[in-house]
């Protein structure tokens, strides 16, 4: 611990010593960087999963009900803009939080499926004919992390999402 001011007293020193009119600047200390937030435990992250997917998983289910209804395809296109949205800010969420060990795998393996489902529902959003919808419903459909989303759950303690 001595080294501190011997080391403060040698810079102090060889700025008297500059033999000019010009100043030296100390150093200055950068601030630590604020450590990473602790992991949630089990009991947190069951809800705080729950409430991130949730808007996600009704702006979904608003869509699978146009579609059965036969709702015509520019309806069905701003509720595809509407699972992007939604898709878009869960899958920031669930990065952003601090999963406990258990659930870090599994949400892993579902946010790489959801980047890809992600893409998709953007281009249904902007699809221009009903065709181009449906071929980017049906790319993202086949991305829709369901697997990966039991096994989150499963992690976690909660139950599938049909048996919810």
């Given amino acids: 611990m001595r080294r501190w001011p011997a080391a403060l007293a040698l810079v102090l020193l060889l700025a008297g010593c500059g033999g000019g009119t010009e100043t030296t600047a100390l150093p200055t200390w950068a601030t630590p960087s604020p450590t990473a937030p602790a992991p949630l435990t ?24 146009a579609l059965k209804a036969g709702r015509p395809w520019r309806t069905v296109r701003g509720l595809a803009g509407k699972v992007a949205s939604t898709n878009a800010a869960h899958a920031e969420q669930l990065r952003a939080t601090a999963w406990p060990a258990v659930a870090q795998a599994p949400v892993a ?39 990966q989303a039991d096994k989150v759950r499963t992690s976690l303690g909660l139950p599938l999402y049909r048996d919810s």
Avoid: C, F
């Fill in 42 to 65: 089990v009991q947190e992250a069951k809800g705080r999963y729950l409430a991130i997917v949730a808007p996600y998983n009704t702006a979904l289910t608003k869509l699978e009900e």
């Fill in 109 to 147: 393996a579902l946010l790489k499926e959801n980047d890809v489902a992600l893409r998709h529902w953007r281009l249904a959003a902007e699809a221009g004919s009903a065709a181009a919808l449906m071929r980017e419903i049906r790319a993202a459909a086949a991305h829709d992390g369901g697997t």
